[in-house]
């Protein structure tokens, strides 16, 4: 299995972005983004379950980021809307191909493979 993360970029606040992440494997249970900013815990921010389309959200981005996927196309998308600068972080895409709970997925010990990142990066 491998993910290609892509879209990053500078954004003003207020402003948005769309990331794509493409899985390459026909064997996945959920795709997820996580982020980590400077000198900080990398942290969840959404996941989606292949099948069925299940979403999962943290709190601190509920409402302002929407993650989908396209099973044609592979690909799995985070659309950012009201971005802000606290938002600046490497985003990270992560696959399981493995049943997790639904808490679990918020977790990034869950995921076997990963993608290279990509820079988000919001100014006031």
């Known amino acids: 299995v491998q993910l290609q993360a892509s879209g990053g970029g500078l954004v003003q606040a207020g402003g948005s972005l769309r990331l794509s992440c493409e899985v390459s494997?026909?064997?996945?249970?959920?795709t997820a983004w996580f982020r980590q900013a400077p000198g900080k815990e990398r942290e969840f921010v959404a996941a989606?379950?292949?099948?069925?389309?299940?979403?999962f959200y943290s709190d601190s981005i509920k409402g302002r980021f929407t993650i989908s996927r396209d099973n044609a196309q592979n690909t799995v998308y985070l659309q950012m809307n009201s971005l802000k600068p606290e938002d600046t972080a490497v985003y990270y895409c992560?696959?399981?191909?493995?049943?997790?709970?639904?808490?679990?997925?918020?977790?990034?010990?869950?995921?076997?493979?990963w993608g290279q990142g990509t820079q988000v990066t919001v100014s006031s």
């Open positions: 989606i379950k292949w099948s069925g389309g299940s979403t």
């Open positions: 992560a696959t399981t191909q493995l049943p997790r709970t639904n808490y679990g997925l918020k977790s990034g010990s869950q995921y076997g493979y």
């Open positions: 494997g026909r064997t996945r249970y959920a």
